[in-house]
């Protein structure tokens, strides 16, 4: 079971709306849903609620987490919240803007690489372990590497702000899975892709009088 859900950003009204707050946004969107309210704590470094049998059917409780200790350094307050209630890598999902997929997309896995996310490399290096689960909020890339610092740091147009909290309104279905432990499940709602817009149709003619 997911115990420690973590939302990747940066702290500061500058960060807000850029794209590289997408784990925030995920957060958020969480904590409304489950009624529960972010605070700030110094011992972990960061946003925190914690949920006691957020579901019906999951066991508590469970914490939310925005670390607000930048991006580079997300595994100082990650770390510090998942020893301290002896949380282990598999039962931690870490939400984080992904480069590889276009907006409107998300992928679910457990461990592999930082693929050079910032936010990943730190808390695989302060967890001493890749073993946890990730959500990948696909961002789009800029197409070339060099632009790739400010392109994450810059808001997206509308179009494509809405096509990713659209991915976050249908990650909602996979939470209780996810909370319940059963990511097969999880992982197949997460990857269902969107039923595609019926085409208008063309309204009958009316007969000529």
């Known amino acids: 079971m997911i115990r420690l859900l973590v939302g990747l950003g ?23 849903q489950l009624g529960a309210s972010l605070a700030s704590e110094r011992a972990h470094q960061g946003l925190v609620a914690r949920v006691n049998r957020p579901l019906a059917g999951v066991e508590g409780p469970v914490w939310l987490l925005q ?84 392109y994450v740091l810059r808001k997206p147009p509308a179009a494509e702000r809405e ?14 899975p996810l909370l319940r432990g059963e990511m097969e499940v999880a992982s197949r709602l997460i990857h269902a892709r969107p039923a595609a817009p019926r085409a208008p149709q063309d309204t009958p003619a009316e007969p000529s009088r």
Not at 87 to 106: A, C, N, R, S, Y
Not at 110 to 122: S, T
Not at 136 to 143: D, K, N
Not at 163 to 175: G, P
């Open 10 to 32: 940066n702290p500061g009204p500058q960060y807000e709306a850029t794209r590289h707050n997408a784990g925030f946004w995920w957060i958020d969107d969480v904590a409304r």
């Open 67 to 150: 670390p607000q200790t930048y991006m580079n350094l997300s595994g100082r307050s990650v770390a510090a919240l998942a020893r301290f209630f002896k949380i282990e890598p598999p039962e931690i999902l870490v939400v984080h803007d992904e480069l590889d997929l276009p907006p409107g997309q998300m992928k679910i896995k457990r461990g592999g690489g930082h693929a050079g996310h910032n936010g990943l490399k730190d808390i695989q290096a302060q967890l001493g372990s890749p073993d946890f689960w990730r959500l990948r909020l696909g961002i789009g890339h800029p197409g070339v590497k060099a632009e790739v610092a400010d």
């Open 163 to 176: 096509a990713i909290e659209a991915c976050i309104t249908r990650s909602r279905a996979a939470l209780a």
